[in-house]
């Protein structure tokens, strides 16, 4: 690397405004949850449209919000089993994400009820197969 890219970068890195964002940063990635966590997604650097596409094409139809929830909050020996059909064993990538699963799960189940709809268990997050 050249000397004066280098003293370029340095000069940017010591602003005011880039210390902040560093910062920032730094807190969001070492946020932990309730259980003490470091709080991680599994879908890396993908955003969720890129997984949304890619679920589309892999299930022949758009997916449920429970198939895009597990895509990017599931261990990845999880998500395997799960668009293979076995719905058992669920391992999230931190706690919240387990609450949150349970919570909906919990309020969807209580809507179904409350309507008398009868349960719909391909909403409460088991294995969805796909299309055709």
Same mark, same amino acid.
């Given at each position: 690397?050249?000397?004066?890219?280098?003293?370029?970068?340095?000069?940017?890195?010591?602003?005011?405004?880039?210390? /902040?964002?560093?910062?920032? %940063?730094?807190?969001?990635?070492?946020?932990? *949850? @309730?259980?003490?966590?470091? @709080?991680?997604?599994?879908?890396?650097?993908?955003?969720?449209?890129?997984?949304?596409?890619?679920?589309?094409?892999?299930?022949?139809?758009?997916?449920?919000?429970?198939?895009? +929830? +597990?895509?990017?909050?599931? *261990? $990845?020996?999880? $998500?395997? $089993?799960? +668009? *293979? %059909?076995? *719905?058992?064993? /669920? /391992? +999230?990538?931190?706690?919240?994400?387990?609450?949150?699963?349970?919570?909906? @799960?919990?309020?969807?189940?209580? $809507?179904?009820?409350?309507?008398?709809?009868?349960?719909?268990?391909?909403?409460?997050?088991?294995?969805?197969?796909?299309?055709?």
């Amino acid at each position: 690397m050249q000397a004066q890219a280098w003293e370029d970068m340095c000069r940017q890195w010591n602003t005011e405004a880039w210390l /902040k964002r560093s910062a920032s %940063g730094t807190s969001n990635r070492n946020t932990t *949850d @309730s259980g003490g966590n470091i @709080s991680r997604h599994t879908g890396g650097s993908i955003g969720y449209d890129e997984h949304r596409i890619r679920l589309t094409a892999q299930l022949g139809r758009p997916p449920r919000f429970l198939e895009l +929830f +597990f895509q990017t909050h599931l *261990d $990845k020996a999880s $998500k395997m $089993k799960y +668009f *293979d %059909g076995d *719905d058992t064993g /669920k /391992k +999230f990538c931190t706690e919240t994400a387990r609450e949150l699963y349970e919570a909906y @799960s919990q309020a969807l189940l209580e $809507k179904q009820i409350s309507r008398g709809t009868g349960v719909r268990t391909s909403y409460l997050g088991h294995p969805l197969r796909k299309a055709g």
